[in-house]
């Protein structure tokens, strides 16, 4: 774990953990306000990411930015980071090594942010944040708090643009974490 962020960054940059190392342009670490109250985090980064060094920038982050903007939540407010740093081959789903591997990076993000939500997006990132036996059909848009945080599973962007029908489902959650987010001022 690292508590400082100078180090960790450093880490992740220099990081050959695992074998997504070999592939990447950039190691995409995280994006937003470090002290966000709300923190979303993803899979992992695309071909776009990957380029730029930032997460949720290519087609899946502009209709998450898209529904950011409808619902009121501002994109520099809050924190957004992935399950792993960087990008797997064709964009697959990161394997169990590579995100156990890289979950310590996250972790240290998450003891330093010391977000009040956690919004997972996907199945990968509910998987990995939350445990196994936890689905993403059966677990979105309900609350599940532990250890003081409340995380929301929901969609991942990238399903959004595959399936229309989910894109009321996201935005209903999101709705939900911003009206939680407000009451906390
Ligand atoms: N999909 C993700 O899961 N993360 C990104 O940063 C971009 C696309
Ligand atoms: Fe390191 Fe994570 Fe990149 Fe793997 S994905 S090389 S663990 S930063």
Redesign the pocket.
Known sequence: MYNNWEELEEACKNCKKCKLCSNRTNV?IGTGNKNAKLMFI?????A??DREG????????KLMNMAFQGIGINREEVY?A??VKCRPPA?RNPEKDEADACLDYLRSQVMLVQPKIIVL??S??LKNILGEEYGITASRGKWIEKKQIKYMPTW???ALLRDENKKMDFWKDLKEVKKYMDSLM
């Not at 993803?42 to 695309?46: A, S």
Request: charged share 15%; no cysteine.
């Open positions: 995409v993803g899979e992992g980064p695309g776009d990411e930032i997460p949720f920038v290519g087609k899946a982050g957004i992935n399950i964009n997006l996907g990968v990132a991942h962007p990238a």
